[in-house]
């Protein structure tokens, strides 16, 4: 136990009620951006049709609607980002009696979270159309330093952060909130047959992909294909020299339209990237309508009109 209770120390945080390490915290924040992430592809779906651009205008302030939506059921309505939630983690007020996040702390982080981060976004357009006013100007210099201060006290804290594991980011720590387990976690256990196992699965699946480029499967199909539909032998180099207008109108290979018709001596026709892929991937290819070999890339030419 006093084990178990040092390793927490070294790789979290510990206190009375659970620990929290810090790569749980790290996660749950990864999954709040890649979330807004989501939510934002799934919002301008709906607008895909619409004049390409229209929403660049206004995406910050689109920006901040999805942040506000997200605090509203998040933050606002359980006391946890939806980051958190997914990692079973919850802000834990850590300044006053109740352990959950009073009206204050709730508010001021939802200004952190959707008002600066929309005044970040904004901040180019705003200070370039408000610059010829000196109060303005005055305002967006301390702004702008501000913004630099923050970032150097993010970057501190942070580093704080990784050495005692308690306050991820600078408005967690200016707030007294820190992420902690909603229920008690029961201590993880992973046996030894399945991490060998999937020590080895890992380790053949590597080889698999290491090996699989080396394997011709294209000229293993033709083999196969050659050898179980064999054109009938009926196809005698007079017959296979008569060529009809329906040859024309379909690729020996794809069956489609030929794109850049060629030929290889028979009388069907192929589209260039067809032939050309099948015999540069094996040399030994042939017609597979009539096995006419194509031998050499020289006899890959484009077709002469010769319609019986
Ligand atoms: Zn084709
Ligand atoms: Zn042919």
Not at 88 to 96: A, D, F, H, I, P
Not at 186 to 204: A, C, D, P, Y
Request: glycine share 4%; with cysteine.
């Amino acid at each position: 136990m006093a084990a178990s209770t040092e390793e927490g120390r070294k790789g979290g945080t510990v206190d009375s009620k659970g620990i929290v390490l810090r790569v749980t915290q790290l996660d749950s924040s990864q999954l709040d951006g890649e979330l807004h992430q989501l939510l934002k592809a799934q919002f301008y779906r709906i607008f895909r049709f619409l004049k390409p651009g229209i929403l660049a205008y206004i995406e910050p302030e689109l920006n901040a609607l999805l942040r506000l939506l997200t605090w509203q059921f998040s933050i606002n309505a359980v006391g946890a980002t939806l980051g958190q939630r997914m990692m079973n983690l919850k802000y834990n007020n850590e300044k006053l009696v109740t352990s959950d996040l009073v009206k204050s702390q709730r508010y001021l982080y939802a200004c952190v979270l959707i008002g600066a981060k929309w005044l970040q976004e904004r901040s180019a357009d705003l200070s370039s159309s408000t610059n010829h006013i000196q109060a303005f100007k005055l305002m967006w210099k301390a702004i702008y330093l501000l913004e630099k201060l923050f970032s150097i006290a993010s970057l501190v804290n942070f580093l704080v952060f990784l050495q005692d594991g308690r306050y991820q980011f600078l408005h967690e720590r200016i707030l007294g909130i820190r992420a902690e387990f909603a229920q008690r976690q029961s201590i993880r256990q992973v046996s030894f047959e399945f991490m060998t196992r999937e020590l080895l699965w890992h380790g053949f699946a590597e080889f698999l992909f290491f090996l699989l480029p080396f394997i011709n499967f294209q000229r293993i199909r033709n083999f196969v294909q050659r050898q179980l539909f064999r054109p009938s032998q009926i196809a005698s180099s007079q017959h296979r020299l008569k060529r009809h207008s329906s040859h024309y109108t379909e690729c020996g290979i794809c069956g489609e339209w030929p794109t850049t018709p060629r030929e290889i001596g028979c009388c069907h026709v192929f589209c260039y990237y067809c032939i050309q892929s099948n015999f540069l991937a094996d040399p030994s290819y042939t017609c597979p309508l009539c096995s006419q070999p194509v031998e050499d890339v020289t006899n890959i030419r484009p077709i002469t009109c010769d319609v019986r």
